[in-house]
């Protein structure tokens, strides 16, 4: 299965980021080794996920994702997370 997630610190800053494995790539967001923009500022949590069965699906979605139709997107499939926080 191919992921791609969302996760969010604590100052509110997101990162949006594809996977095959994502315990262990939240694991390692949170210890320093993840991508070079989480290695800072955690800890980090899963605040949206979407599995796919074929890797170019899923890299193109997070491609969108990372966009600004994506975040748009993004901010309103959750703003009922956004407004409790």
């Known amino acids: 299965m191919h992921y791609v997630y ?3 610190n ?13 315990r ?7 210890s320093g080794k993840g991508a070079r ?5 955690g800890p980090w949590k899963l605040i949206y996920l979407e599995g796919y ?3 170019k699906d899923a ?3 997070e491609k969108f994702l990372k966009g600004g139709s994506g975040l748009k997107y993004l ?7 956004f407004k409790a926080a």
């Open 6 to 8: 969302v996760i969010q």
């Open 10 to 22: 604590e100052t509110g800053d997101l990162y949006i980021g594809y996977t095959r494995n994502l």
């Open 24 to 30: 262990n790539r939240i694991i390692n967001h949170n």
């Open 37 to 41: 923009m989480t290695r800072r500022d």
């Open 53 to 55: 069965l074929n890797q």
């Open 59 to 61: 890299i193109g979605r």
């Open 75 to 81: 901010k309103k499939q959750l703003k009922h997370y």
